[in-house]
């Protein structure tokens, strides 16, 4: 979890109000080049304050905190919000950390913590469908990064997926085969997604695994 800043929360805060006073903001955010310069140019205010807002926006609050999250983080000094998510996903890490899978998954994805912990909630350590619920939420997430054209997050975590699978137990390549490759190529059939868009990141022995699901749904 990246640190909390405070002056930066501040200083977003004020371009939004300044922002705001002259136009909607989606207009800025959603605006191309020229659209900007246009928008600097009759709003009165400069291009480079404008380009800080966005750049703010995009790389730390594109996502929704409420009033009384922004004062607990003020009161703290750090979000305590994302916090108790950290705490959650520490105490459900056992059996992922004795295993590895999960850990490598995550540190190739910086969006597969959040995707995870919507799953999470619903399955403490002891429950045993607990790392199936991971891989299951694992393939879900690698589908919208398709979907979503995030082509840059996806090749890391697939290639990450191809070094679990390697080091691997045999149990816990059944997990990975039955959960995660096969689901997504059964998916890929269903929806019609290029089965090649994943199959490029892959390695040989999660490409064989792809390839026997393929042809048990034959």
């Known amino acids: 979890m990246e640190a909390f800043d405070l002056d930066r929360m501040d200083e977003y805060e004020a371009?939004?109000?300044?922002?705001?006073?002259?136009?909607?903001?989606?207009?800025?955010?959603?605006?191309?080049?020229?659209?900007?310069?246009?928008?600097?140019?009759?709003?009165?205010?400069?291009?480079?304050?404008?380009?800080?807002?966005?750049?703010?926006?995009?790389?730390?609050?594109?996502?929704?905190?409420?009033?009384?999250r922004k004062a607990m983080a003020r009161k703290y000094q750090y979000d305590v919000k994302n916090a108790a998510h950290l705490i959650r996903l520490l105490r459900m890490g056992s059996e992922f950390i004795v295993s590895g899978i999960l850990a490598q998954l995550m540190a190739a994805s910086p969006t597969f913590a959040k995707n995870w912990d919507l799953t999470a909630t619903h399955y403490p350590p002891s429950d045993p469908e607990?790392?199936?619920?991971?891989?299951?939420?694992?393939?879900?997430?690698?589908?919208?990064?398709v979907v979503k054209d995030?082509?840059?997050?996806?090749?890391?975590?697939?290639?990450?997926?191809?070094?679990a699978y390697a080091h691997a137990s045999p149990a816990q390549r059944e997990r990975l085969r039955q959960c995660v490759i096969a689901?997504?190529?059964?998916?890929?059939?269903?929806?019609?997604?290029?089965?090649q868009l994943f199959l490029i990141h892959l390695g040989p022995r999660c490409r064989a695994v792809w390839a026997e699901a393929e042809s048990d749904r034959v």
Not at 51 to 68: A, D, I, V
Not at 134 to 141: F, V
Not at 183 to 195: K, N, S, T, V, Y
């Open 183 to 195: 689901r997504l190529a059964w998916d890929c059939r269903e929806m019609g997604l290029d089965p």
């Open 15 to 68: 371009l939004t109000s300044a922002i705001g006073r002259q136009g909607p903001l989606r207009e800025v955010l959603e605006a191309d080049a020229q659209k900007l310069r246009h928008i600097a140019a009759n709003w009165g205010l400069s291009h480079d304050l404008l380009t800080r807002f966005r750049k703010l926006h995009r790389e730390h609050f594109s996502g929704y905190m409420g009033e009384k």
């Open 130 to 145: 607990t790392l199936p619920a991971a891989l299951y939420a694992l393939s879900s997430h690698l589908q919208q990064l």
């Open 150 to 163: 995030r082509h840059a997050e996806l090749a890391p975590l697939l290639t990450a997926l191809e070094v």
